[in-house]
């Protein structure tokens, strides 16, 4: 037995070079080798990889952080999977980050400290359909939309619908609490999430929140949603299960002045409609889409809207001609109704891949999250704009307007001495910009490691000390995902683990 | 180690992982290591970072299949192929991957004559039983004698390649039936053009590969006809000479080749206003081989082609998941290999379709060897229209 | 960063650092939870709407504000919000016992309601949690954790809260003797209540909509229209969903009930029996409590865990 699990661990250890055998595992130092034999041991070799090409992966996400620095990677399979992992990190010492499929873009995913990281996406199971309950339990590495998929066939569906759910993982989108297009109808994935089992820091199961529609006690669930894997890890979700709209309409609205566009959707709020969903893409974006997607977007236009209906027939009809007389009140130089659910998805999928798409333009993107109160866009536009020449950068503007949700894209060649550097100026500008407006930080991707210091420019010093009262009600030794979310003055102090990335090279 | 790859390629991704649910290798290990976005992510480690090239990195680019699920998913359009391909030729160079038995075995594949008295001999052991066939993935019974094939005319060249020519005859003679109906004289290219080079790049082979191309082009050259393909991995490979050579006159070469549904569907008025035709009472489920819909981007003729035929054709359910035959991969990556196939058979199971329509030799055997009926789409075609002619 | 208002920065004077102290808002829920220890000093939450913006769909309202004259304020631009309406019942203990409204099945929980709220400290210092936009995921979730605590953890001063649009048509109707599940096909059902014997819907929406539910409705048997709710029993039960449509009187001892179908909610004569909480939510209530409210001098003798 010892014999097997000493050369399981070698060999999860990850090979060396060849004919180089005296050379170390970077980063993989003594103690690792102990930790990773206790954590095959509890969980299989095959569950665990430790080599410095698999530290490497796991230790960034979709964002542009890039000094995460992960200890070995565990791809459990069940909830006990994950308990014996956090009791093994914790008998190491060590912290837990734990990982979906790393698309989020604020370096929540990133480990700090060479923490055991749990990457979710073996648990991907849709573990039950109660149609009686409009639940579904599933595991938090199931994919956002093999999730609505799995559930078509029933007349339903998971409302929450980040534009890169063909991707990123429930467990993912409950961590981050994410949005999408349609949550400005439907909300964001806190309304959507009814119960969620969790392993906690001292490696407890607990479920929070349950069925009912008031459980007792504290929102504890509602607590955790948005938690950045800071409170532990979910490893079951409860998902409401929202029931398919009889009619759907999808509009694309042109305008020849971003201005024009903007007024369009403060005025469609104003006047009492709330589609289903308002998205918004300027001309260089639309550009970019069309390369990749062909989804007939016109290329000519400075701006287009994106405007879904949605619910019984008759209202989507007055809805839509609505949405469409005000937006030819404010100057659209088209109005196109999607002629069938083709049309429908194609011009979804082009919206969708607008990120991905991006490097098209540059090879590098930096973006921000910022909320703006929706009826002052057109001056929020402007000042983006204008913030964006000033630092000699290109703008891609594809965003939730419906709920002044702006993801201006900073798209750039990193590889050009000095970007970096004009594009973090451009970015804390827009920052600040938003937060002077009354806006948020992060509507949606939440604070990661990347915003982590700009809470501060949001929050007071009782405001943080009451959300780090939060965290370490469930977490109070901080040993899940450390170093997220708050600023390091607000952030435990015992973490020991977070040692700066030690100097080990590309692998470290 | 500098990999030699083109550095605006490789910058192309910007990591959204909008790739991932399209690679089976990650679908199925869910690891980084085993996706688009992680060998990526490699690659710029090695060739601009400096790291080391380890056995643990050598493996991940060994297990993708080069189904290029990846590439057609990416909004960022990197060219995924190129990478890959660059990055085998390089560590192969570097004689860090693939074993010299492999090439030797490859290096046959040029020999026409040798590989098809090879084949025959193959033949013959599996049916004394001395192959381990499904461990090797191949199929349970293989042509002793193969039907000759023969010149009807000049309008175009049917592509037959050396594999499948050894391996799948009846193939050729099917397509060319149909090609036939289609009102086209076909001349087969046998001797003239002996293979197309595709499981050479794929296992890093990249000076084989030229030297294969250019005889091909040579053999081919002298007129401007049509070259159909009937096996979606070679057809791939010979559109892709104007990329390998980067010349002129290969691209004008690629410029000719053409899928044989590709070609076929702009032609069914005439394939089917030569007579009525009965469907075939079958359901066909049209299996998506990768070089048809990643890399030609031409897979939606197979149905067009197909659907006059039969009953009825449905599509799979997982957006063209590739099926983890990919040339040697079924053989070299055996493990990975059947457990993408289980998904692409538990797909065809929800279907409810009978008979499997690939349009690739390796997809085709790699799926038979699981136990389905698996044609190629144009030997159902060609069963309807002999069927009426009957 | 926000400066406070004096009304604000007042009602935190009142609260002081130290001492039991509690919020008495309409007194329509006052006992919800426990009831407060003898002895606790009670303030007031101070009163008034600060800010509506229609165009934004949110309002600016101070706790102690009554939520039927906010709901007045705002039904001048058409809007509302999913607070229930309670005779007497202000913003702030609306927000505290976490009831959502009858509507729920419409206007979605009471939980989502709340976009951001300054609270008083059990330290006496006024804190800011979630932001002054619709969206917004800057940090943890502390609003979440505010609703349904019955001014445990923190002492709400003033709140933004989300609006909507009021349906164009809104109708109560009631269908004699009929199945609950048959009413699932009404899109615009804001609230479906059921007695075991007849069901009361309130549709609400656009008035084409509203109409075709109606015939469909008509369709299923007898439907008349009606003022409003029936009468609900007094005590609230918490129930999943399938177990509200399935709900019998005799064996849950309820007594007379009306079951809120689809969301789980049913009103019935007798309390309910205890439902056991399993005990790593009971600890980590515990350790909320602790940390938020280290003297637990904020509501004592309230706990959420003995809701309803
Ligand atoms: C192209 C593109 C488009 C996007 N569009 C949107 C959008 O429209 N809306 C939006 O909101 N976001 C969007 N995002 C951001 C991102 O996709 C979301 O944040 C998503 O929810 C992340 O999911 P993931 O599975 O990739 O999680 P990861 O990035 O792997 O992790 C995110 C966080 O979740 C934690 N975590 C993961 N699994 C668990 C678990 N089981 N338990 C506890 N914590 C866990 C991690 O520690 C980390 O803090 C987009 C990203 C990209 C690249
Ligand atoms: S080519 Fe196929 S196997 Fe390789 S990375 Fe791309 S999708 Fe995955
Ligand atoms: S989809 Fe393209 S850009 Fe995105 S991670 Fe994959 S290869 Fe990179």
Redesign the pocket.
Known sequence: MARTLADATRRVLGSRRRGDRAAAVPGADDTDAALVADLVEAIGADRVRADAAARYLASR??SIYKEGNAGPVCYPGSTSDVVECVKVATRHARAV??????????G??APLGQPVV?S?TR?DRLLEIDLDNGVAWVQ??MV?LDLSRALAPHGVHYA??????A???????????????HCLAYG?TSAHVLAVE?VMSDASVVTLGDLTAEPAGYDLRGAFVG????C????AVAVRLTRNPPAVRTMLLSFDDVSDAATTVSAIIAAGIVPAAIEMMDQRCVTAVEDFAQAGYPRDAAAVLLVEVDGPAGGVAIAGERVADIARRNQAISVRTAADDDERARLWKGR?????AVANVMPDYYLHDTVVPRTRLVEVLERIYEIVDRHDLIVLNVF?AGDGNLHPILAYDSRVPGTGERVQAAGREIIEMSLDMGGALT????I?VEKREYMNRMFSAVDLDQQSRLRASFDPHCRM?PG?VLPSAHSCSDIGALRASDAAGVWG | MHLGLDDDELVACV????CLPHCPTFVITGRDTESPRGRIALMRAVQNEGAPVTDDLIRSMETCVQCRGCETAC?SAVPFGHLMEGTRAALAGAGRITPRWQRLALRTLRHRRLLLAGSTLLALAIRLRLVPTKRLGLPARMPLRRPPLRTSGDDVWLFTGCVMDAWQRDVHLAVQRVLEAAGAGVEPTGGAAPCCGALHIHAGLEAETKAMARRVMDGLSGDDRPILVDAAGCGASLKDYGHLLGTDEARAFSARVFDVHEWLAERLVELRSRRPVDPLDVTVAVQDPCHLRHVQRAHQAVPAVLAPFVADVVALDDDGLCCGAGGAYSVMEAELSRAIRDRKTAAVARSGATVVASANPGCSLHLAAAGLDVRHPLELVDQALSASRS | MTEFDEALTAFAAEVGTDGPVCVRGGGTRWSLGGEVAPGTREVQAPEGIVAFEPAEMTVRVRAGTPVAGLHEELAGDGQRTALPERAGGTVGGALMAGESSIACLGLGPVRDVLLQARYVCADGRIASAGAGTVKN?SGFDLCRLLVGSLGTLGLVGEVLLRTFPVGETERWVRLAGTDPGAVRSCYTAASVLWDSTDVWILLSGYAVDVDDDLSRLAALGACEDVDGPPELPPHRWACTPAEAAAFDARNGAAGPFVAEIGVGVVHASQPQPFRPVESGVVELNRRFKERFDPTGRLNPGRDPLRKP
């Open positions: 996400d979709a980050s734990p990982r979906g499929a790393g698309t989020g873009l604020a929540g995913a749990l979710m648990m938090p590495g956002n929450p619908d980040p534009s890169s759910q991707a990123c993982t429930i467990g993912g989108n409950v961590a981050n609490n994410s949005g999408g297009p964001v969790v938690s950045e894997g800071m532990g890890i979910a490893t969708k891949s607008a990120f991905g939730h509507g949606e991707h939440g990661g995902n997220k | 990591a959204c992982g909008l909004p | 995921v």
